[in-house]
């Protein structure tokens, strides 16, 4: 992701990027990014207001310029939206949110038990597995956990597959999540900040993908979708981390029983609006820029390292995407993703995938939330499907219709 969480492993790139993926043709990726920049840039400039303000009470005389958005952002965020996380900490303890939040929510909404097997040894002493079975109590799977950090294991969270599942050979999924999580003093219970929650969530969506799959050949088990479509399965589970069934099930102080302050909750809940406009911008620009690189026919590229920056303005301007003051998130001269990290002409993929997360969290919210219903519907459509089917076709199947941007607008707040 591009906040650093996450992920699944790392496919090769495909010849043809869009053609292989979801979005069929590099023009549904361009629609999709024009689409959104309009909005993003209007809500950008109306932080840019409110951001002048307090700028000049800091430097009344000097204009608020793009190196200093993320100084005044961070005080006006504290302001707002500021949660002691070493108060919080004590609400979120791993145990809880493990057993009566993730899989809570996984037993809600799909009936299936997870039974720790503590005979079952992983690669290390601190893997931990887990028996997956179906609500009449047929096994489904193993889930293996690796929480903690510890030296020489890599960084970040991630999900990846250990057996696919597959009925050619009759194997059931063997399926890990991985996080890097601190481990405490003997004794001490495991105490989560807000985003290693969130992170947890995410990579369980993962894992429920693999579990829940329900295909032929081990090639298109699971999570092995488009990568403008992988993330999207995994983004939905984030959902049930502030479901009002499910959190106060696991955020409770795990010394005193109280469970987590109301308003604490709230400002969870809202601090996901902040700063919305900014940050879909930069991502947006970085994203066009990705596109244009790989668009561009070649004898009209520039040549000259001097031409890169006209270039990349021009690119910018042509959707309006051209605002000084939130500059691209990658400039060309530093884009990793796009030249050495297997995106190239993908990195539209993030938002692709949180257009179909927003309108399926939207759709489950609104046909009664964690229900049975729901992830029953959820299952067989599209985690059962994996890649084979056509990603969009499951989308389709499952909702009933093409999903609607006005979601990805209304959760970021860009729809006013
Ligand atoms: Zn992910």
Redesign the pocket.
């Known amino acids: 992701?591009p906040n650093g969480?996450?992920?699944?492993g790392s496919p090769t790139t495909p010849p043809d990027v869009a053609a292989d993926a979801c979005a069929r043709t590099g023009e549904a990726v361009w629609d999709l990014l024009t689409r959104l920049a309009p909005p993003a840039v209007a809500n950008a400039r109306a932080e840019a207001a409110e951001m002048e303000e307090v700028w000049r009470r800091i430097e009344p005389d000097a204009p608020l310029a793009a190196w200093d958005w993320q100084f005044v952002a961070e005080l006006v965020r504290t302001e707002r939206y500021s949660l002691d996380a070493s108060l919080l900490r004590p609400y979120l303890e791993l145990e809880r949110v493990l057993h009566d939040g993730v899989f809570a929510a996984a037993n809600g909404l799909y009936g299936i038990t997870f039974t720790e097997r503590v005979d079952l040894i992983g690669y290390n002493d601190e893997v931990r597995v887990f028996e997956v079975k179906d609500a009449d109590g047929t096994p489904i799977g193993l889930f293996a956990a690796d929480f903690y950090t510890r030296p020489g294991k890599q960084g970040g969270a991630w999900?990846n597959n250990m057996v696919d599942q597959n009925h050619l050979l009759d194997q059931l999924p063997v399926v890990m999540n991985n996080s890097n999580l601190v481990k405490p003093p003997a004794g001490e219970p495991t105490l989560m900040t807000w985003d290693d929650v969130i992170t947890l969530f995410?990579?369980f969506g993962?894992a429920l993908h693999g579990l829940l799959s329900d295909t032929r050949y081990a090639s298109q088990s699971g999570t092995e979708t488009p990568r403008d479509f992988?993330?999207y399965p995994?983004q939905v589970n984030e959902m049930w981390a502030l479901d009002p069934e499910i959190l106060p099930k696991y955020a409770i102080h795990h010394a005193t029983g109280e469970p987590m302050p109301a308003a604490w909750v709230e400002t969870l809940r809202t601090s996901t609006l902040f700063q919305q406009g900014f940050k879909t911008t930069e991502y947006l620009g970085a994203a066009l820029l990705d596109q244009v690189w790989h668009r561009t026919p070649l004898d009209e590229l520039p040549t000259d390292p001097e031409q890169v920056e006209a270039f990349e303005h021009a690119a910018l301007a042509s959707v309006g995407l051209d605002y000084d003051l939130v500059p691209p998130r990658y400039r060309t001269t530093y884009f990793r993703h796009t030249f050495e990290g297997g995106y190239d002409a993908g990195y539209y993929s993030y938002i692709w995938s949180e257009v179909l997360d927003a309108d399926t969290a939207a759709f489950m919210t609104a046909s009664g939330g964690l229900t049975r219903e729901n992830g029953e519907r959820f299952r067989r459509h599209l985690l059962a499907k994996g890649g084979s089917v056509d990603a969009m076709d499951s989308f389709r199947d499952y909702r009933g219709q093409d999903p609607d941007l006005v979601h990805l607008l209304r959760r970021r707040g860009l729809d006013a």
Request: negative net charge.
């Open positions: 992701m969480r996450c992920c699944w999900m995410h990579e993962h992988v993330e995994s």
